[in-house]
């Protein structure tokens, strides 16, 4: 696919912020970004990649209506060596066109998604910082673009990345979450687009994230939508517990979504002497779990946090502390290798790192 490179004006070029405390988390964005349109019956054209700004689209746009959309989101890491490296991007590549299939979306050609992605790297390089545990954060996303109110599958679609350097999550150490098990909003149901990365699933988690918010815990606990009973994610992460020294995690299913950062931590983990269990966790289990110390870690995981740890439980009344809030030896350990691997200090021998 031809890729059209439109050159940047002298005033179009930025201030490149470096400093980790002042980049913060998705606030900045880079001076280009890769744009693709596809339309039913001709397919992908004009893949470009233009000066960053704003798009503009007809009210009528299926995507302000219907919410037929998707993203990903994943990081580049500057290595030792100066080189610049993704995390497992053909994971995302899978996943997105998953997304897309269930979204009744385009699928994006391998090509489009990994040349565009590589180019556009290439030209905005030194925008990746590198403070410690800094990154530039790839945000890739699908949109319906077809201008017509009729409840049906967009004939016209478009696809983009931007990118955003990224600050260091935990500028002063690990801070465990108090997190609120929801026992009345759910997130996801069998049969609907939990699996999805799609933009409807997060609008539809703000309000009970606002509602524990107040009531001054700091995310949400998913349970599953027929008995809220299992566990199912933590806000937009994957959630694992260390349960009788083991790791515990609940299987993927139609209502779960498919972390990369999850498969990763499944895999690492046995290398690290762990045993490994995926299987349906209860509220049950956690809490007299948590109570007992049978369950010693808990923590959420994702590409933004890496791993979140989890200090305290909020269930209706009740409030249970995990390991006195303390944050976890197997959790940092995880947390630990996983990012030396994506920084270039731990051998990845796993093959996950794509250096442009
Ligand atoms: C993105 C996401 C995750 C984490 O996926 P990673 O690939 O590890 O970043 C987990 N749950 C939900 C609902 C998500 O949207």
New binding site residues.
């Given amino acids: 696919m031809e890729l059209r490179i439109e050159p940047l004006l002298a005033g179009q070029l930025k201030d490149k912020i470096t400093a980790s405390a002042a980049l913060g988390f998705g606030k900045h964005f880079t001076d280009r970004m890769l744009v693709a349109d596809w339309r039913q019956g001709q397919g992908w054209y004009d893949a470009r990649i233009v000066p960053y700004g704003p798009f503009q689209l007809d009210p009528a746009a299926a995507v302000f209506h219907y919410g037929q959309e998707i993203f990903e ?1 994943l990081k580049a890491y500057h290595q030792p060596d100066g080189a610049i490296a993704l995390f497992r991007p053909e ?2 590549l899978a ?1 997105f066109n998953r997304s897309a299939a269930r979204l009744a979306l385009p699928q994006v050609p391998a090509e489009l998604f990994m040349d565009g992605l590589t180019e556009l790297l290439r030209l905005e390089a030194e925008w990746v910082p590198d403070a410690p545990e800094t990154s530039l954060y790839i945000r890739p996303a699908l949109i319906a673009t077809e201008a017509a109110l009729g409840v049906k599958a967009a004939r016209e679609c478009r696809f983009f990345i931007i990118l955003s350097p990224v600050g260091a999550y935990y500028p002063s150490g690990f801070k465990p979450l108090r997190i609120l098990l929801e026992d009345q909003l759910v ?1 996801a149901a069998p049969g609907g687009t ?1 699996a999805a ?1 799609t933009g409807g ?2 609008a539809a988690s703000l309000l009970g994230a606002g509602e524990a918010k107040n009531r001054g815990f700091d995310q949400v606990l998913w349970l599953d939508a027929l008995e809220h009973r299992y566990v199912e ?1 933590v806000s ?3 959630i694992f517990f260390v349960i009788d020294g083991r790791l515990v995690t609940p299987p993927l299913s139609e209502t ?7 498969d990763s931590l499944l895999w690492l983990a046995p290398a690290l002497g762990l045993e490994v269990e995926e299987r349906p966790v209860a509220v049950d289990e956690l809490l007299d779990g948590a109570r007992s110390g049978q369950v010693s870690e808990v923590f959420g ?4 946090a890496v791993v979140a740890p989890v200090g305290e439980l909020g269930y209706r009344h009740e409030l249970v502390r995990i390991a006195d809030g303390e944050v976890g030896k197997l959790t940092r350990l995880l947390y630990d290798t996983l990012t030396g691997i994506q920084y270039g200090r731990v051998a990845d021998k796993l093959g996950w790192l794509r250096k442009l």
């Fill in positions: 989101g994971m995302n996943r997130r939990g990365k699933n997060y994610e937009a992460m994957n779960i979504l498919g972390g990369i950062t999850r995981s994702g590409t933004a």
